[in-house]
């Protein structure tokens, strides 16, 4: 396996409303990490093959695949990228009390972010569909277009 980011492809799965493929986006920029960006179109409803393989359990984005290996959830893709690509800046606080402390916050944000993130993807669905004439309100909610 490499040791070192460089040295194998890389590709992020991600949508464009998701802040958790926006936290490995990040995290690779910051090392000036090469990567393929691939876009789940619909995740909600719809998921590449791609993504049930690479993450079967949760089968959700991000997922970081970089040379046949798979890395799911956001905050793990961070600490991998920031190990596996050992080049400065470092994402992570080098001292493990300050580690865990970032840690915490960014847990503690994920508890808040996700159920704003499903409101706000199913609800730009629902805006989408009514602007276009295409359901009301009601028909919108139980099938957005
Ligand atoms: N704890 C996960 C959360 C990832 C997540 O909720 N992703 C959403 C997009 S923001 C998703 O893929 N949802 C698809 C689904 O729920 O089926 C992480 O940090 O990566």
Same mark, same amino acid.
């Given at each position: 396996?490499?040791?070192?980011?460089?040295? *194998?492809?890389?590709?992020?799965?991600?949508? %464009?409303?998701?802040?958790?493929?926006?936290?490995?986006?990040?995290?690779?920029? #910051?090392?000036?990490?090469?990567?393929?960006? +691939?876009?789940?179109?619909?995740? #909600?409803?719809?998921?590449?093959?791609?993504?049930?393989?690479?993450?079967?359990?949760?089968?959700?984005?991000?997922? #970081? +695949?970089?040379?046949?290996?798979? +890395?799911?959830?956001?905050?793990? +893709?961070?600490?991998?990228?920031?190990? *596996?690509?050992?080049?400065?800046?470092?994402? #992570?606080?080098?001292?493990?009390?300050?580690?865990?402390?970032?840690?915490? %916050?960014?847990?503690?944000?994920?508890?808040?972010?996700?159920?704003?993130?499903?409101?706000?993807?199913?609800?730009?669905?629902?805006?989408?569909?009514?602007?276009?004439?295409?359901? *009301?309100?009601?028909?919108?909610?139980?099938?957005?277009?």
């Amino acid at each position: 396996m490499a040791q070192n980011g460089s040295n *194998s492809t890389v590709k992020l799965l991600g949508t %464009w409303s998701s802040p958790f493929a926006l936290r490995g986006r990040v995290a690779l920029h #910051l090392k000036s990490a090469e990567y393929e960006y +691939i876009e789940e179109a619909d995740v #909600l409803n719809s998921k590449s093959d791609l993504l049930l393989k690479s993450n079967p359990i949760h089968k959700k984005v991000p997922v #970081l +695949i970089h040379g046949d290996v798979s +890395i799911c959830e956001s905050l793990n +893709i961070v600490e991998y990228v920031d190990e *596996s690509w050992p080049s400065k800046p470092s994402i #992570l606080p080098s001292d493990f009390k300050d580690r865990a402390a970032a840690r915490f %916050w960014a847990h503690f944000v994920d508890g808040n972010v996700s159920s704003f993130t499903n409101t706000f993807v199913s609800d730009a669905r629902l805006f989408k569909g009514l602007r276009s004439n295409q359901c *009301s309100i009601k028909d919108c909610r139980t099938n957005p277009k």
